[in-house]
């Protein structure tokens, strides 16, 4: 296999520069959260999910989980580099005409959906009594979450998150370049389910062709209820196990639905009392 290590690197160096990188990431995505809520403020006005009030400490709560679940994934993802480069352990490769460019661009969508399914049934499996109150509880401490709760889990819950991607790695060939994308992919998603607004369109959850999409609503709805919804890229097996919410696209359509979105869209006036 590949080598991702450099050679002249030490391992604490080379942690610490895979944290500082995952780090940057959460906060730059998280920032990126918040700016979309700025640039939209009519939209988001409109669209709060939830009437439970946000507090500073929560927000300080979410941040500070997610800055030990950051250093959790940099510990295990360094270990992965370092089994690869001296072990030649997992299908991690470099030279993206290896395994040729047809399944360089499908290693996308299928690491997405390797690690939808392992999430779900670990978030499902996190949500049964006895190891909820003792993990998951943490991340459910945000009733109504905001975009730096995106990490913001139990260090036991971060080593089970982390493992999505041992699992990715051993099971599929992924170049190193998909790997950066799907870590993206993975972050904007994540922050955009603990947005709290809903700034996806009309109709979204109920499409032919996005409505296996996961939404804000969607994973906030989680947060609220505890249970339903488990997803985290999609709501494919939360339709297929039967555990999406009754009310999913109901709340979905109220939170979406009002007299001056349409006549935003449609460019006509509407008068209201
Ligand atoms: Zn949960
Ligand atoms: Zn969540």
Redesign the pocket.
């Known amino acids: 296999m590949s080598q991702i290590l450099p050679e002249h690197l030490s391992l604490w160096a080379y942690g610490l520069i895979v944290g500082a990188i995952i780090l940057i990431r959460y906060a730059l995505f998280a920032g990126i959260g918040f700016g979309v809520l700025r640039l939209f403020p009519k939209r988001a006005a409109r669209r709060r999910i939830s009437p439970v009030p946000v507090t500073r400490k929560q927000m300080w709560r979410e941040a500070g989980y997610s800055v030990l679940t950051v250093a959790v994934f940099a510990a295990v993802f360094t270990a992965v580099f370092y089994a690869a480069r001296d072990w030649g352990w997992f299908y991690i490769y470099r030279d993206a005409s290896a395994y040729g460019w047809v399944w360089y661009a499908l290693s996308l969508p299928a690491a997405v959906l390797i690690h939808d399914f392992y999430f779900y049934w670990a ?1 499902r499996l ?2 049964l009594p006895g190891i909820y109150d003792r993990v ?1 509880k943490v ?2 401490l945000s009733v109504n979450p905001t975009p730096l709760a995106a990490f913001a889990f139990h260090p036991v819950e971060a080593v089970i998150e982390s493992l999505s991607f041992v699992i990715v790695v051993s099971a599929m060939p992924i170049h190193t370049s998909m790997l950066m994308h799907f870590a993206a992919y993975m972050m904007a998603t994540n922050v955009m389910g603990h947005l709290g607004y809903e700034m996806f369109p009309r109709g979204f959850a109920r499409s032919k062709w996005l409505g296996w999409l996961m939404t804000a609503t969607c994973h906030n709805q ?2 609220r209820t ?1 249970r339903y919804n ?1 997803g985290l890229y999609t709501v494919i097996w939360d339709r297929l196990f039967g555990t999406i919410h009754p009310q999913y696209e109901a709340l979905y359509d109220r939170i979406t639905e009002d007299a001056g979105e349409a006549a935003e869209e449609s460019g006509t006036p509407v008068l209201t009392q």
Do not use: D, E
């Open positions: 978030h996190m949500h998951h991340h459910h989680h947060h505890y488990y």
